[in-house]
Nanobody, 115 residues
Framework: QVQLVESGGGLVQPGGSLRLSCAAS????????MGWYRQAPGKQRELVAT???????DYQGSAKGRFTISRDSAKNTVFLQMNSLKPEDTAVYYC?????????WGQGTQVTVSS
C-alpha cells in the first residue's frame, strides 16, 4: 500500500507560479511511474505530466514548456513546478503512482488561477 499526500495548491494570479508537492509514504520511485493529473469542474481527469522510474519525463498538452515534473528520492517526494499559469489551469491536481495494474492516488490539491 502507498499513501500519497499532495500539497502546495492555492490561489494565484494569471502569469504566476506554484509548486505542488506529492509526498509518498515510502520509497517507491524505483518501482512506480509517478504522474500528475488534473480535473477541472465538469471535465474528465486528464494527465499533465509523468516521470518514470528512470526519471524520464513527459508532458501533455498545454503543460509543455510551462510545467516541470521532478522528484527528490531522498524525501520520497514528487514536484510539479507550474509557471505562466492561466485561468484554464484551474483544477484539482492529483498525484498518482503507477506500476503495472496498480495505481495509487492522492486526495488532490486545488489550484485556482484568477485575478
Amino acid at each position: 500500500q502507498v499513501q500519497l499526500v499532495e500539497s502546495g495548491g492555492g490561489l494565484v494570479q494569471p502569469g504566476g507560479s506554484l509548486r505542488l508537492s506529492c509526498a509518498a509514504s515510502r520509497s517507491i520511485f524505483s518501482i512506480y511511474t509517478m504522474g500528475w493529473y488534473r480535473q477541472a469542474p465538469g471535465k474528465q481527469r486528464e494527465l499533465v505530466a509523468t516521470i518514470t522510474t528512470a526519471a524520464i519525463t513527459d508532458y501533455q498538452g498545454s503543460a509543455k514548456g510551462r510545467f516541470t515534473i521532478s522528484r527528490d528520492s531522498a524525501k520520497n517526494t514528487v514536484f510539479l513546478q507550474m509557471n505562466s499559469l492561466k485561468p484554464e489551469d484551474t483544477a484539482v491536481y492529483y498525484c498518482a503512482a503507477h506500476a503495472g495494474s496498480r495505481t495509487y492516488w492522492g486526495q488532490g490539491t486545488q489550484v485556482t488561477v484568477s485575478s
